[in-house]
């Protein structure tokens, strides 16, 4: 027996015969080793940088796996190398005797190193799984393409809801799904062929009642909400407007209070279908209700419409939640509504001449930098230079530095991204928003319109030159236009379009 055993192939490990295995156990053992230390940092440190997960969880175990292969490429490599050589008699495969101290020994490490590497990869996939869902992962990972949302979702009522809440949202096939759009994302950053902007409306985003919905339900709305703005007149005096209206949120639980409102839109009872004539989805032609507790199908039609429903068919969407709310976290503001903020909270101070005009054509002027850094210093010396013999230094130089504050969270040339190119479709002041539908030219064969009545939607309670707007009526008042009278087919969004 001894001497037959000689003969066989066995002797010393056939890992380490050729260069494959050798090469195999080093990168195994280095990967291990890294991999161990990093987690012991992990551990007590904490992660705060997205590639050092990424290192950690997702390169670092590809070494690690690609190690092990090569280690049973080197043995299959030796078997055939010494296949030939290989009197017929010897076992194709090792023997295994358990009374063989030597053979229980291997044994029990090769089962014991099994278990550990079971052990750690599961804890290795859970933390990865974990690092790619984490909104550092998302948002910070591929800086300068995700810089605009990640920014802006930073500034936002939902900065402490991850990214994947809203995009990938619970279940393992949207999971799935956007692993691979992620692996088509990560091939466009490698080869530098991202759009410039990121084009919105976002086409497949996962629909709202699977994921807003998980948070706020529809039937949870009741009432209404307040909503005061000041605003500031792009003129000398930078002269204060202020509105305070009641803005009718309402609901669709009977349970909770009265239904109808806002989210009357949202009532489970309706359905309301439209067709977008753009792919922006800011011209709504074609409207279509079904009210299924009243049996009632309604088609409004803008004036003059040419779009068929037929022809049209795989186009036509269900209104949901991000029709209205298609920026609940990347809000980027114009320049009229930020410096408007800063001026009511005295960030910029008002009593400098013309300031918001003159802060709002930096901005824009900045818009087409080719960096932002580049950006953020030509709005100073824009503005330094308007204001060089200006008396109060001090107050130039702290409403210099609240306008580059504004251009670092809503301007990002390198993105070609700011608010011109995100509509907002909450209100109609900026963007046609609720009026793509209620402008009053939307009819049914029997001449209903949608309505564009002032009072459906909000209640204003003052309004004017401060201080007098701090007078209540609860009765509502007319609206009051400070830019004077507005012809009946004009939309807001024709004159006020974010900036000077
Ligand atoms: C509260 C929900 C929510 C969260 C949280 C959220 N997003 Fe979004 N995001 C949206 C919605 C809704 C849109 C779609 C806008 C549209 O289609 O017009 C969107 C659009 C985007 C777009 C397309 C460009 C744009 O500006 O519309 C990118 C890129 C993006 N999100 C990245 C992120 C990243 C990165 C994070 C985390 C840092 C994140 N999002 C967190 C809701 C969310
Ligand atoms: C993980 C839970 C969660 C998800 C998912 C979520 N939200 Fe929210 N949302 C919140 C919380 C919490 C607040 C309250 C934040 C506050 O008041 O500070 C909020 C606030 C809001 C507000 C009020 C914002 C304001 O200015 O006060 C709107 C509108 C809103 N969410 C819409 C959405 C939409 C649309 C989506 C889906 C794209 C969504 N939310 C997804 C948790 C969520
Ligand atoms: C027809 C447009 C429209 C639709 C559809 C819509 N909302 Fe709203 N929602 C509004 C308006 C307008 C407000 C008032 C707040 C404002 O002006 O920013 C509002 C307010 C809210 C608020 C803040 C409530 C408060 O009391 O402050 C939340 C949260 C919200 N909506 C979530 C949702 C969710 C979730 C959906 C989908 C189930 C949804 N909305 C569908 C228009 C809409
Ligand atoms: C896609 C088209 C569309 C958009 C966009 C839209 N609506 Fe509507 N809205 C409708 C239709 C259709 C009706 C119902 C008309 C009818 O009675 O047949 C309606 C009805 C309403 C009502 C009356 C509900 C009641 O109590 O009878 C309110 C309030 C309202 N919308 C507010 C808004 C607000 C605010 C926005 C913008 C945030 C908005 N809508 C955006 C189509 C739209
Ligand atoms: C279909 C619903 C709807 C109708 C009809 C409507 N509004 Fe509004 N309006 C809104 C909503 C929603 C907002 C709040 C937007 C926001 O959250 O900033 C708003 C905001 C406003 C504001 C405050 C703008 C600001 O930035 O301070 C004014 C002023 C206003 N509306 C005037 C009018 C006038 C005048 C009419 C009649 C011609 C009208 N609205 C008709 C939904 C409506
Ligand atoms: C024909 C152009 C035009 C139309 C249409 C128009 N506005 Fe204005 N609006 C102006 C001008 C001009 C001013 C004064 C702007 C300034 O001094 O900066 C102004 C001022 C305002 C202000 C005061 C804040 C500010 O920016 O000075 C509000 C609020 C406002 N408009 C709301 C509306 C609403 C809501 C609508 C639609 C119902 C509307 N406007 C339609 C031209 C228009």
Same mark, same amino acid.
């Given at each position: 027996?001894?001497?037959?055993?000689?003969?066989?192939?066995?002797?010393?490990?056939?890992?380490?015969?050729?260069?494959?295995?050798?090469?195999?156990?080093?990168?195994?053992?280095?990967?291990?080793?890294?991999?161990?230390?990093?987690?012991?940092?992990?551990?007590?440190?904490?992660?705060?940088?997205?590639?050092?997960?990424?290192?950690?969880?997702?390169?670092?175990?590809?070494?690690?796996?690609?190690?092990?292969?090569?280690?049973?490429?080197?043995?299959?490599? &030796?078997?055939?190398?010494?296949?030939?050589?290989?009197?017929?008699?010897?076992?194709?495969?090792?023997?295994?005797?358990? *009374?063989?101290?030597?053979?229980?020994? *291997?044994?029990?490490?090769?089962?014991?190193?099994?278990?550990?590497?079971?052990?750690?990869?599961?804890?290795?996939?859970?933390?990865?799984?974990?690092?790619?869902?984490?909104?550092?992962?998302?948002?910070?990972?591929?800086?300068?393409?995700?810089?605009?949302?990640?920014?802006?979702?930073?500034?936002?009522?939902?900065?402490?809801?991850?990214?994947?809440?809203?995009?990938?949202?619970?279940?393992?096939?949207?999971?799935?799904?956007?692993?691979?759009?992620?692996?088509?994302?990560?091939?466009?950053?490698?080869?530098?062929?991202?759009?410039?902007?990121?084009?919105?409306?976002?086409?497949?985003?996962?629909?709202?009642?699977?994921?807003?919905?998980?948070?706020?339900?529809?039937?949870?709305?009741?009432?209404?909400?307040?909503?005061?703005?000041?605003?500031?007149?792009?003129?000398?005096?930078?002269?204060?407007?202020?509105?305070?209206?009641?803005?009718?949120?309402?609901?669709?639980?009977?349970?909770?209070?009265?239904?109808?409102?806002?989210?009357?839109?949202?009532?489970?009872?309706?359905?309301?279908?439209?067709?977008?004539?753009?792919?922006?989805?800011?011209?709504?032609?074609?409207?279509?209700?079904? *009210?299924?507790?009243?049996?009632?199908?309604?088609?409004?039609?803008?004036?003059?419409?040419?779009?068929?429903?037929?022809?049209?068919?795989?186009?036509?969407?269900?209104?949901?939640?991000?029709?209205?709310?298609?920026?609940?976290?990347?809000?980027?503001?114009?320049?009229?509504?930020?410096?408007?903020?800063?001026?009511?909270?005295?960030?910029?101070?008002?009593?400098?001449?013309?300031?918001?005009?003159?802060?709002?054509?930096?901005?824009?002027?900045?818009?087409?930098?080719?960096?932002?850094?580049?950006?953020?210093?030509?709005?100073?010396?824009?503005?330094?230079?308007?204001?060089?013999?200006?008396?109060?230094?001090?107050?130039?130089?702290?409403?210099?530095?609240?306008?580059?504050?504004?251009?670092?969270?809503?301007?990002?040339?390198?993105?070609?991204?700011?608010?011109?190119?995100?509509?907002?479709?909450?209100?109609?002041?900026?963007?046609?928003?609720?009026?793509?539908?209620? &402008?009053?030219?939307?009819?049914?064969? &029997?001449?209903?319109?949608?309505?564009?009545?002032?009072?459906?939607?909000?209640?204003?309670?003052?309004?004017?030159?401060?201080?007098?707007?701090?007078?209540?009526?609860?009765?509502?008042?007319?609206?009051?236009?400070?830019?004077?009278?507005?012809?009946?087919?004009?939309?807001?969004?024709?004159?006020?379009?974010?900036?000077?």
């Amino acid at each position: 027996m001894k001497e037959k055993g000689n003969q066989c192939p066995g002797k010393g490990s056939a890992l380490f015969r050729n260069w494959i295995g050798i090469l195999g156990v080093v990168l195994t053992t280095g990967g291990l080793v890294a991999v161990l230390c990093m987690i012991a940092f992990d551990f007590f440190a904490g992660f705060s940088h997205p590639y050092l997960g990424v290192l950690t969880y997702l390169v670092l175990p590809g070494f690690i796996w690609g190690g092990l292969m090569l280690m049973g490429a080197g043995i299959w490599y &030796d078997r055939r190398l010494r296949k030939k050589a290989t009197p017929a008699e010897c076992p194709a495969l090792p023997l295994i005797d358990l *009374n063989n101290p030597q053979h229980r020994r *291997n044994l029990i490490m090769v089962s014991a190193g099994a278990v550990l590497l079971l052990l750690f990869t599961a804890f290795g996939s859970y933390r990865s799984y974990q690092v790619t869902e984490s909104v550092q992962f998302c948002g910070a990972l591929c800086h300068t393409v995700m810089q605009p949302e990640y920014t802006t979702y930073q500034n936002s009522p939902h900065a402490r809801v991850r990214c994947t809440e809203c995009h990938i949202g619970p279940g393992a096939s949207w999971f799935v799904r956007s692993k691979f759009s992620g692996m088509y994302q990560v091939y466009a950053v490698a080869t530098n062929s991202f759009p410039r902007p990121i084009p919105v409306p976002v086409k497949n985003l996962r629909p709202a009642r699977e994921t807003c919905e998980e948070c706020h339900w529809p039937e949870k709305f009741h009432g209404a909400t307040e909503l005061f703005h000041k605003h500031h007149a792009t003129d000398e005096a930078n002269t204060p407007w202020s509105i305070r209206m009641l803005i009718k949120v309402g609901g669709a639980n009977p349970i909770h209070g009265p239904v109808g409102g806002i989210h009357w839109h949202m009532i489970v009872a309706n359905k309301i279908e439209y067709i977008p004539a753009d792919d922006s989805r800011q011209t709504i032609p074609w409207v279509r209700i079904t *009210n299924r507790s009243e049996g009632r199908v309604a088609v409004y039609e803008s004036e003059g419409n040419k779009l068929k429903p037929e022809e049209k068919a795989d186009s036509i969407r269900v209104l949901d939640c991000i029709d209205c709310h298609n920026r609940p976290t990347h809000i980027f503001q114009s320049p009229d509504q930020a410096l408007d903020i800063a001026l009511w909270l005295n960030r910029i101070d008002p009593s400098i001449p013309d300031i918001k005009m003159k802060a709002a054509k930096a901005l824009v002027g900045s818009i087409a930098a080719p960096s932002q850094d580049e950006g953020i210093r030509q709005v100073a010396e824009t503005l330094q230079k308007e204001y060089s013999d200006f008396e109060y230094p001090q107050k130039v130089r702290q409403a210099v530095a609240e306008t580059q504050e504004i251009y670092r969270n809503n301007f990002f040339p390198e993105m070609k991204t700011s608010w011109k190119e995100r509509p907002d479709n909450i209100g109609h002041r900026m963007w046609p928003g609720c009026f793509r539908c209620h &402008d009053g030219s939307h009819f049914t064969k &029997d001449s209903h319109v949608i309505s564009k009545e002032c009072n459906a939607c909000h209640t204003i309670l003052s309004q004017g030159h401060e201080p007098a707007s701090n007078a209540v009526d609860l009765a509502g008042l007319e609206f009051e236009h400070p830019g004077g009278e507005i012809s009946e087919g004009t939309l807001c969004s024709e004159c006020h379009t974010g900036a000077p």
